[in-house]
């Protein structure tokens, strides 16, 4: 027997519709800062007179902000500039006025559960999208309601929840550095149902903000009824459609400032069809 159920969702943000906040990002380090206590003085030379023979041991950051010559080598002279710009003998270092900044950005969370979906004792995958401005990888962690339960070079968990009730998740994303950028999020967990009918799991985009100049895909995942699935995307308006397939994401491109419906249908190999409408922006975000 053929089913159709149907779902609107409200303006899905994030992950799984979720509200995030950032929290712990780290800030610039100044060239010359050799104890990283965000200033330079005559203790920082000390230190690399130190390191040098072999008194002190320097971490990779301290290091690399030792390295004021730029001639990737820790020696005599390095400590000797960091003098010489105390005494302003020298206006400043090899390196520009910056300092070293490495930051990551994140561009997305998704779960395949949107929150208030996900059931106990189903596993649910979490993915994450980030990317270090040093092009080095990234160590992440996990936590649930502040206690560690995954630590991974790997950017995806799942986690099977043993009970009901609303979570705080926290994704912990670490540079080479060892610093912490903290990324967290409400995910709401229900009970579990012996009915197994056909859901959208949850709708994704691939960013958490597009902006004019991004290119949107929009990706479904599903849950009971009968596998293999099939998909459907249309955005009537924009006059933008994808068939049935089994491909369960759908590229639309770049699109103007605005609000946008996209109608998401899946249907098992049963012809049972589930279907949401998801709505996302396209903001004017700029930088600067």
Do not use: W
């Amino acid at each position: 027997m053929k089913k159709i159920i149907s779902v609107f969702i409200c303006l899905a943000l994030l992950v799984c519709a979720c509200v995030i906040s950032t929290r712990a990002v780290p800030a610039p380090h100044l060239f010359g800062d050799v104890n990283c206590d965000g200033k330079i003085e005559i203790t920082d030379a000390v230190e690399i007179q130190r390191a040098l023979v072999g008194l002190t041991e320097f971490s990779s950051l301290s290091e690399e902000l030792a390295d004021v010559d730029a001639d990737s080598r820790l020696t005599i002279m390095d400590s000797t500039m960091i003098q010489m710009k105390l005494a302003k003998i020298i206006p400043a270092f090899n390196h520009d006025d910056y300092g070293l900044y490495t930051y990551v950005t994140i561009n997305n969370i998704t779960a395949d559960f949107d929150t208030g979906k996900a059931m106990v004792g189903v596993p649910v995958t979490f993915n994450v999208s980030a990317v270090s401005s040093d092009g080095n990888p990234l160590r992440y962690v996990m936590r649930i309601d502040g206690i560690n339960v995954a630590e991974s070079e790997e950017s995806t968990f799942t986690y099977e929840f043993e009970r009901t009730g609303e979570y705080c998740i926290e994704i912990g994303i670490y540079n080479k550095y060892n610093e912490e950028y903290v990324y967290d999020f409400e995910y709401r967990v229900v009970e579990s149902t012996d009915d197994y009918s056909l859901i959208i799991g949850a709708v994704n985009k691939n960013l958490f903000y597009f902006n004019e100049s991004d290119d949107i895909v929009i990706t479904a995942n599903s849950y009971g009824g009968t596998a293999p699935y099939e998909y459907r995307f249309e955005m009537n308006e924009q006059n933008l459609k994808q068939d049935y397939s089994e491909d369960n994401s759908f590229s639309i491109g770049k699109l103007p400032i605005g609000r946008y419906e996209v109608n998401v249908y899946v249907k098992d190999a049963d012809e049972n069809i589930a279907n949401e409408v998801y709505i996302f922006e396209v903001e004017d975000i700029r930088v600067g």
